[in-house]
């Protein structure tokens, strides 16, 4: 018989990728013999294209890899050793009951903290039975912040969080602005649909301190100093308002606070924002005029601008800018970002309300580990979170790991950075051996994830293992128990009916507007007025009115890192396939000066921690910043600490987000002397 394809798999299940990326892929996956083979895009969410990133593809190293967790494990070792000695599910579930009651009963049931993020970023796999565990107990409640914080909240108070422009739109601008973010390696559907403009004539600008693979194609690029992006929006503001550029009609009609904003941003000539910001004058000036003159106008806000003392501002002001230019009310025109919120998921199925316990802001995880006393935290639940690598002053959530009177919970599906300091591992399922429904936040889609295969090991879905939880500390009835199918069944029936219906229907809904709603035409802002709220009364408290700007003489730290998304992992998921040392970007001025060059041994420093790696010389960064993957494992570096351990946990000026792009740094050569 002639070896062909067919031959490699038996069958090919239809699902979709849940992961934290925006492209919420739908999946055609090859098995074999009970085993995952091949991993591929299909076309049931036409975003998708039949094609996936090279990182998926290899998810099934990860499920079938060396560091997936089987069974539950018990600390054996000192604290951090990894070492567990292995239970039943009986056992370890059983240990935690007991722990949280004890717990409970000596210090109140505020001295345990669930903390938890994006993980598989379903429907079913965080906010279901881990809510109703946390809430009915009165654990202490977490300030999901590390990312999109800032962003949500200056959306949610300007638009009320108003449906985004669809990737296959950008189609159909003239111009698009691609601003802080670097959808080349996060979110690598809209890229094409990018492309595609571009041929049609349309213009790029793109803003970014790097030269991204977007950047390199763009007519204009705007290498701006990190954090500066609220002036440079400001100053777009400016020429708007003063040259007559601004559509007065439409402020009149449908916004609030334009006054305010004109005023705000009346300091900033393109002069003044050209030197804080670091770029040329006459290019920024060039880039307003693009935009005034420019329609259909698009702009893509990214997880880039937030991510800094200035960051909620920054977003507020550039989501500012097709209102004030009037750039709604055209297909192709208006802004894109996060859809997260656009489906109007009410998630009813919790069924418990939120107590008014302590809140932790989970960018304060290590302050919450090592200071918090009323209570101390003294259980930690980790679950859908890798923080020990993932959450900002790394040294200092370490050390609060560490602490012999923490008793922490890690629940996962991979031996991580942080389930190495557990007491308590219990080994999870991926996207691929449960159910849930992924929920896309930048393509427009809601689908079906099944199983492909059975559970590796003794892994278990979390609606199963909290919703046993719940009965073993008496917070549900013994009747309740449901398995994972009854829970997804239980979650269709409490979504819209349109958008459940075409779930049962054809595994995939799109959003009740349709797949491609124009902004201001089929979509409006979801404010108490209905108006764009240019300037909103409720952050003012916030609105720090100081700019942090860097000022690189006077400071011992005078470069800024940041550290966006790799191609390689998400956030911190399969970091653990990684070979290769990690590499510090940095610009050849600033290697020069300190006498460095390509593939030295650097240690990357300031007053928080160091991080020993490897140096790559790119004229690729702007001078003076420097660059380091988020997500890295312990082991991808020389001294086993990573990007985190550089990020102060200052939070930003809106939302309480993480200032991951402000950590100010200085290197040198790694050998010790
Ligand atoms: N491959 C891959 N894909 C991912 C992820 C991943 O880890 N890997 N993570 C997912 C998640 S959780 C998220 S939130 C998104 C994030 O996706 P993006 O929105 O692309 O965000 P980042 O990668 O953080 O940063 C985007 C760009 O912002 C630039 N930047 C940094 N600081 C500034 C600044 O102050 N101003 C401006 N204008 N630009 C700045 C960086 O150089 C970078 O090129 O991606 C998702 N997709
Ligand atoms: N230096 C730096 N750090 C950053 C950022 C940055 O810009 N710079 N950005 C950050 C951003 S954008 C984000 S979103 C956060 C993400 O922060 P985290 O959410 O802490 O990071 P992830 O790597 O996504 O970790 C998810 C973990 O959940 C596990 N998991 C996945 N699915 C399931 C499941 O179904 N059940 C259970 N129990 N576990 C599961 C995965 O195996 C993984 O270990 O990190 C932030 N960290
Ligand atoms: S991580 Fe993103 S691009 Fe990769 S398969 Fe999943 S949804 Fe698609
Ligand atoms: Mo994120």
Sequence with gaps: MPITEATRYDHIVETACPLDCPDSCSLAVSVNKGKVVRLDGSRRNPITS??????????????????????????????????????????ALDLIADRMRRIRDQ???????????????????????????????????????????????????????????????????????????NPSVSGIHLVPYVREAQKRGAKLVVIDPRRTPLARQADLHLAVRPGTDLVVALALHRYLFEEGRADERFLADATE??????????????????????????????????????????????WGVERNRNGGNAVLAILGLPAVAGKFGV?????????????????SWIGADEPGTRVVNMNHLGRALTEYDAPPVKLLFVYNANPAVTIPDQ?????????????????????????????????????????????GYGSLSLQLVQPVVDAIGDARPNVEVFGDLCRRLDLEDARDSKDELEHLMELLDALPATTGQQLREREI?????????????DVFPNTPD???????????????GELYVFQPQADRYPLTLISPASDRTVTSMLGELATRTAHLVMHPEDSAARGLKEEDEVRVYNDRGEVRCLLT??????????????????????????????VPDTLTDLGGGACFNDARVEVERGEEP
Excluded at 509 to 521: D, I, Y
Excluded at 531 to 540: H, M, R
């Design 331 to 347: 297909r192709g025109g208006g802004y894109g970002m996060s859809a997260s919120s656009s489906w109007n998921i009410t998630r």
């Design 257 to 302: 606070g334009a006054d305010r904003l004109r005023e705000r941003a009346r300091p900033w000539t393109f002069d003044h924002a050209a030197q804080v910001a670091g770029v040329d004058q006459a290019a920024l000036s060039r880039f307003a005029e693009l935009y005034a003159s420019s329609s259909p106008a698009l702009i893509r806000c990214g």
């Design 509 to 521: 809904a799109e959003l009740p507007c349709g797949s491609h709603p124009v902004q201001f035409v």
């Design 107 to 181: 210090w109140g049931g505020e001295a345990i903290l669930p903390l938890s993020y994006g993980g598989s970023n379903g429907l079913l796999s965080q906010d279901t039975t881990d809510a109703r565990l946390f809430r009915r107990f009165g654990t202490s409640r977490l300030a999901r912040t590390v990312c999109a914080a800032p962003s949500g909240t200056a959306t949610q108070a300007m638009y009320g969080k108003m449906i985004p422009v669809a990737f296959d739109d950008y189609v159909h601008a003239r111009l698009i602005v691609i601003w802080g973010a």
């Design 530 to 544: 209905g108006k764009v709220n240019l300037f909103p009364a409720q952050l003012e408290r916030d609105m720090i």
């Design 617 to 646: 010389v790119e004229p690729t960064i702007r001078p003076g910043t420097v660059s380091l993957p988020k997500g890295l494992w312990r082991k991808s570096t020389l001294n086993g600490a990573t990007t985190t351990a550089l």
């Design 395 to 439: 040294n200092r959530v370490l050390k609060g790991l560490a602490r012999e009177d923490l008793f922490t919970v890690v629940f996962d599906q991979v031996m991580t950075d942080t389930a190495a300091w557990a007491d308590i591992v219990l080994p999870a399922t991926t996207f691929l051996e449960a159910y849930d429904f992924a929920k």
């Design 50 to 91: 039949g094609y996936i990133c090279a990182k998926v593809r290899r998810f099934g190293e990860r499920m079938y890899g060396e560091a997936r967790l089987l069974r539950p494990g018990v600390r054996r070792g000192p604290k951090g050793s990894g070492l567990f000695g292995r239970v039943t599910w009986d056992e």
